[in-house]
Each structure stands twice: as structure tokens, then as C-alpha cells.
């Protein structure tokens, strides 16, 4: 629904943020089902693995058997790991990084030469995606533009946040303003206002007034011949 309303162009009515810092944002995102994490247990490395997560949301893990992970943060399920594994292992330090995402793509609508969607990978940043659709268009407001991102609730409920990005400021060399894209983002680089004002003048205004100075001087040629 967003995306379709976004390439109409209709106005978005929504409370935008400031760009998620990057450092440590997987740490944000909730584990959904099929996603592949990694756990490292130390001192006890034998009970590392690298599993994936089940349909019903589920991971084996040893010693500790069938863990629910879905909708759970991996700082979220790092703290029950650390409890369960405190029976078996002293002092416990666990580890949880999501090496592959179930769902790998995020899209650039709006003012980019090749919108659409693109396969995701971790550590993607915005000027990456813009750079996989051939740039921004001449006309593309680079201060304004916005990422959309679902978060999924503990209910199972997803809410979207919108995101504010100034690429205007990366682009004249502000790198830290290049932010880290998150699996399922939707951008949209807007048009800058004064274009879609110069295309009405252009589409209403300059063929009058073309046809006004025509009229004009075959009048005064006429005249001139009389």
C-alpha cells in the first residue's frame, strides 16, 4: 500500500525521525523465521552453532533444546541464552549476530535512474543502494530523503517508521550521514518542489504564451501589408 501510494507521489502525512545510528543496528532487529544466526558460547565453544530459525519461530540449541527466537532482538535472546546456559557453563558470555535474512532485498523509489528492488546484504548502506540504481536524477531533493522500515512488535504486529537521510551532505563528503540500511527498507528520494512548479509553467503557461506571441506578430505582419 505505502510503496503504491509513494509512486503516485501522494503527499505522506508521517512523524519522520532521525536516521538510526549504524553501529549496532542488527542488534535492533527482531529475528524472524527462516533468518540464519550465529551463537558463540565462550569459554565453551563446543556450544556454538550456526542454526536457523524454524517456521514455528523455534531454534535448537544445545543442551538447552527447542528455544523460541522469533520477534526476539538478538540482544534480547543473547540475555535468556546467558541465564540458560548459567546451569551449565560459568560466567557465560553469549555472542548472537544474523548472518542471512529470510527476506534479502530493500527498494529506492522516487528520483533514482533505476527504481525498484535490490538484493540486500549486510553492512548495505544508502549510498550503496543509490550507486545499484544508477544515481539519483538531475531534479532529485537529496536533503529530504526518507526510509521506510517495518518493525515487527512482540504481538506479531509489524508498525512502519520513517526515517529522515540527508544524502545531500554525504554526497559533499559527510560519511557518517551515509546510514546503514536495514532488511526490508523501502527509500524515496522526492522531487525538488521548484520542478514540479517549473513542469506546470512549462505545461500550462508556455504553450499560451507561445501561442500568444504568434498571433501577436502575424497581426503586425498583416498590418505591415496593408
Known sequence: MLLSLLMLSAPLQVLAQEAVPAQGQDKEYPITAGDA???NVFPAQEFSRDVTV??????EIPLLGSITAQG???SELEKILTAKYSRYVANPSITISVRRFSFNRVAIIGQAHATGYYEYHEGMRLLDLVAEAGGLQDYASTSKVRIYRKIPGSDGKATEEVFKANLEDVLN?????NVLLANGDIVYVPRKPYYAAGKWITDNIVPWTT???????AGIVV????
Open 37 to 39: 544466526i550465529s551463537i
Open 54 to 59: 524454524q517456521p514455528d519461530g523455534s531454534i
Open 72 to 74: 526476539l532482538k538478538p
Open 173 to 177: 563528503g559527510d560519511l557518517n550521514k
Open 211 to 217: 501561442l500568444f506571441l504568434f498571433a501577436l506578430t
Open 223 to 226: 498590418n505591415k501589408n496593408r
